[in-house]
C-alpha cells in the first residue's frame, strides 16, 4: 500500500480540522430581510475559519508527503 495506517489516521485528522472551519463559518444571516445583522462579520468568520480551512488542507498535503 503507497500509505499506512499513520497516513491515514493523519488525513482523517486533517479533514476533521476542515470540516471543523467550515462549520465555524457558517450561519451569520439575518432573520429579516430589511435589517443588518453584524454578526456576519464576526472575528471566527472571518479570521479563525478561513486559517483553520486553509491549515487543514495544508496537514492534509503533509500527511499524504510523510513517510513512515
Known amino acids: 500500500?503507497?500509505?499506512s495506517?499513520?497516513?491515514y489516521i493523519l488525513l482523517l485528522a486533517g479533514l476533521i480540522v476542515i470540516i471543523l472551519g467550515f462549520v465555524l463559518m457558517a450561519g451569520g444571516g439575518s432573520d429579516s430581510?430589511?435589517?443588518f445583522n453584524y454578526a456576519m462579520f464576526s472575528w471566527r468568520r472571518i479570521t479563525l475559519a478561513p486559517?483553520?480551512?486553509i491549515g487543514g488542507f495544508a496537514f492534509e498535503i503533509f500527511a499524504i508527503?510523510?513517510?513512515f
Open 33 to 35: 430581510p430589511d435589517g
Open 51 to 53: 486559517i483553520l480551512v
Open 5 to 7: 495506517l499513520k497516513n
Open 1 to 3: 500500500m503507497p500509505l
Open 65 to 67: 508527503l510523510k513517510r
